[in-house]
């Protein structure tokens, strides 16, 4: 009984570090956070062929995560590109296989927002592959915009960081004038800014609090255009 009951606890002690490293898996669109680190909310993915509609997750709370040891898998066929570029490198559900590094993963993140599956134990990251979405998720509002940050605005309770891709649609003669000064001489009929500009633009014109109309990715929470607003467009 006694040569039973220590091999007993024997197989419990090689049971319980295996049970504490158990790992997790989350879709979601991943945001650089410091070195070797990304932020990530988990969404519900669904396989659609070799792409994954995409819809909110409730309760999900953002996550933090190391991946200075991940194993990086890209959509691209090769490690330093930018885009798929008409040619991807998938498995059948549709996850990348390009065996790429955590610089690459780094480098990939400077980009902006990316769609990942990873899989993560405690606060690091295992395993990170790029998947693509069914489609281009985009929403539009019309509200008052505050400054949370250098590139995060506030519209109502959500909060919509922007990155190099972020187009400015100006009302102004030049993109460099303030908002709403002078005649709207690029304003569509209902008022809305048809002068594109930059994020850069946008950076130092916008300050305080605006009214104005936006697209952004209820997903990633990027924020993708924004339209000053004249008059009661």
Known sequence: MRSLLIASLAVAALATPAQAATSQTVYGYA????TNTLRITPITATRDGKRYRLATKTGAKELRLGYGGAAFRRLTVACGLKETEGRTAQDAAGLGTTRCTPKDLAFTLQLGPNPVKITYSGGKAIKVSEFQPAQW?????KGLIKRVDADTVSLGARHLTYTWRLTFNR????????????????????????KGCTNKDFG??????????????????????VWEVFGDA
Do not use: I, M, R
């Open 31 to 34: 945001w650089a956070d410091g």
């Open 137 to 141: 998720y985009t929403k539009s509002a």
């Open 171 to 194: 009302v102004t003669a030049k993109c460099a004038d303030g908002w709403l000064t002078g005649e709207p001489v690029n304003a569509d009929q209902g008022g809305l800014g048809t």
């Open 204 to 225: 130092k014109v916008f300050k305080g609090a605006k009214l104005a109309t936006v697209h952004y990715n209820p997903f990633s929470n990027e924020l993708l255009s």
